[in-house]
């Protein structure tokens, strides 16, 4: 059965490769800019490739209940980003910066719980909607693929369970 634990991790890690792949294609080739949401949203898609290799690697379930945690926590605050970043888009606040500096300088010369602060307001830079496709703009596809991570993620867990359960069960019916 670890045909079940490694096919949905290497969708997951599929799915991150083709989202990042995407987001540098229109930044390299398109030449669209990043804003601070989209480099977080783009780090949290990482980590979450990242928590989730072990489990596609050795596709024991020990390796998915000890990666679950992280993955979750890394979906859940890449979807809140994700969201919030759709909410600025269609209802933005008046009192929104404008022009900042990039992620880097703001990581550089301020503190983390300030830098973090901006990051979570949005910037000007957010409120722009240069691209779309099937009528959906980049933040909307990014918090589809986090919601999709989710669910397949939960799909990792319920495998993981039932694994273990079975194990168990084997290991009874020794005695």
Known sequence: MKVGLRLTSGTMIGVVTLAIGTALFLQKVL???PCPLCIAQRVLFVL?????APVLLSGTVRSALWALPFTFLGLIIGWSLAARHVWITYFPPEDIPGCLPGLE???DTLALGEALNYLVIGTADCLEDNWSLFGLSIPEYSLLLFTLLFILTCRLL?????QRQAGRQAERSIY
């Open 31 to 33: 030449y669209l800019e």
């Open 48 to 52: 979450t490739a990242i928590a989730v």
């Open 105 to 107: 300088y703001l990581l």
């Open 158 to 162: 319920r495998l993981a369970l039932v």
